[in-house]
């Protein structure tokens, strides 16, 4: 009777497996199935190859077996694999040359873990792309742990590359990803129309870049490092042609940027610090935007939200802020912004307009500072007034009449020195106010080298002389 029961139980498997096929076959090997273990190598010349065997592509990394606390040392070669996670204690998992690709290979939405690192870990002259073969609703869990990228010289003398580029949509988490200077380049890319959001403290040195290509979202919620100022490091590149969001309290600090698509910086200020191609034709919002000892073009096409009382700073004495872009820069309200000279800056920062645009106030903010403003024929230049500390400096380069308008010229009388370019004399008495209207109607003064008439003239001495009667009652 025993017989029979054993006997009908095989003719019932048989029968399933002639039903489902290699299908059912393939659910008991996924039950049956183990990782693939693979066990870092010494040094960098005996590096084990990052690959998955026998068809489990879920692939751990372990430290070398006959020392488990050892630098743990890996290498890519263009190897697909499920899944790569990190077990024990090795001082680091470096993987030191070469590609590999984490295909997460889901078509449904979820979330699916691609890299779960517990450690320390380095790219070195090696690059890993996380991707999804069969859909793009899916998201990629990234845990990076600690990682360091970085391109280092080989035995030639000549740098690689070295990347995290990420061709889906992912969650990065862990505690930080540092892009250390290099003679080559490494960083992040985001790619894919890919929605990334980050928790990770990014740190991004010279010669590393931070790039959202077109159609993708990067948002970055933890800290952010971008810029280092000293000599001869020009911080990270930013390139955004999809959106860049920087979800955080903190002033975010590049080194370069390329913007064609929109860079947020939510609740801080935003600086673009060296490089003299950094060129907007996108959107940047911000508090604030400082320039540094940079050279910023403001292209067609390109916008400038900024907060409330808020002002383009120009904070070193290579500041060279282009709009030629009308009309580019506003307050997140609607309002006029400023363009401000910040205290201790040293020489003299360039403003220099090619097409129509209109801002609050000029701000020397701080004494002896120095400004020059360079108008091209046929473009307009308006404030609304003017705002200086003692001895400031302006100078007007190439200047050409009708230009250059204010609306409230008491300020004028504060600037110490004008110097002209293009005029007989080079002088501030060569210059005059000539009551007129903006080319919106906006009722003011036009900078000119004619005299203006008498009545303009008794406005102008009257406006200037309750400024100084204003400045005496406040002691200044």
């Known amino acids: 009777m025993v017989g029979l029961k054993i006997k009908a139980f095989m003719d019932y498997i048989k029968t399933a497996f002639k039903t489902f096929g290699f299908a059912a076959f393939g659910l008991f090997a ?187 979202t990067f948002t970055q919620k933890a800290s952010s490092s971008l810029y280092f100022g000293s000599i001869g490091n020009v911080g990270a590149t930013v390139t955004v042609a999809g959106k860049l969001i920087f979800d955080t309290n903190e002033t975010v600090n590049v080194g370069e940027a390329k913007i064609t698509g929109e860079l947020t910086v939510t609740n801080a200020d935003f600086g673009i610090m060296n490089g003299s191609y950094n060129s907007i034709s996108g959107k940047i919002t911000a508090k604030n935007l400082w320039i540094g000892s940079s050279w910023v073009k403001l292209m067609n096409g390109a916008k400038v939200v900024l907060g409330e009382n808020a002002a383009i700073v120009l904070n070193d004495s290579s500041a060279r802020l282009t709009v030629n872009a009308e009309n580019a820069v506003s307050r997140v309200n609607g309002e006029l912004a400023d363009i401000c000279v910040h205290t201790g800056t040293r020489g003299t920062p360039n403003l220099l307009v090619n097409a129509d645009n209109k801002f609050n106030k000029l701000i020397l903010h701080g004494d002896s500072l120095k400004i020059a403003i360079t108008v091209a024929d046929g473009a307009h230049l308006s404030f609304k007034e003017i705002s200086v500390g003692d001895n400031a400096t302006l100078t007007i380069k190439d200047f050409v009449e009708g230009t250059i308008f204010v609306e409230d010229i008491s300020g004028w009388e504060n600037i110490e020195t004008v110097a002209l370019s293009g005029i007989d004399g080079n002088s501030k008495d060569k210059l005059h106010w000539n009551k007129g209207q903006y080319i919106d109607g906006t009722e003011g003064f036009w900078l000119s080298t004619t005299v203006p008439e008498p009545a303009t003239c008794a406005l102008i001495f009257g406006a200037m002389a309750m400024t100084f009667a204003l400045r005496r009652r406040l002691g200044k």
């Open 30 to 216: 996924c039950a049956a199935s183990a990782e693939t273990n693979l066990f870092g190598g010494l040094t960098d010349a005996d590096s084990t190859e990052i690959k998955a065997s026998d068809g489990n592509l879920d692939v751990v990394l372990n430290p070398n077996e006959s020392d488990q606390t050892a630098e743990a040392f890996f290498k890519g070669n263009d190897n697909t694999i499920g899944s790569l996670k990190t077990a024990g204690t090795p001082s680091s998992w470096t993987v030191s040359s070469g590609t590999t690709i984490i295909d997460i290979k889901q078509a449904g939405e979820g979330s699916f873990d691609a890299l779960t690192n517990n450690g320390s870990m380095s790219f070195s002259n090696s690059i890993f792309e996380i991707v999804n073969s069969e859909g793009t609703s899916a998201v990629a869990n990234i845990n990076v742990g600690d990682l360091t990228i970085k391109s280092v010289e080989d035995a030639e003398g000549a740098y690689g590359y070295a990347y995290l580029r990420i061709k889906t949509n992912a969650n990065l988490t862990g505690s930080s990803i540092t892009c250390l200077p290099s003679g080559g380049m490494n960083g992040i890319t985001i790619s894919n129309n890919s929605n990334v959001v980050s928790n990770v403290a990014l740190s991004l040195w010279r010669g590393s870049e931070l790039k959202v290509e077109a159609g993708s």
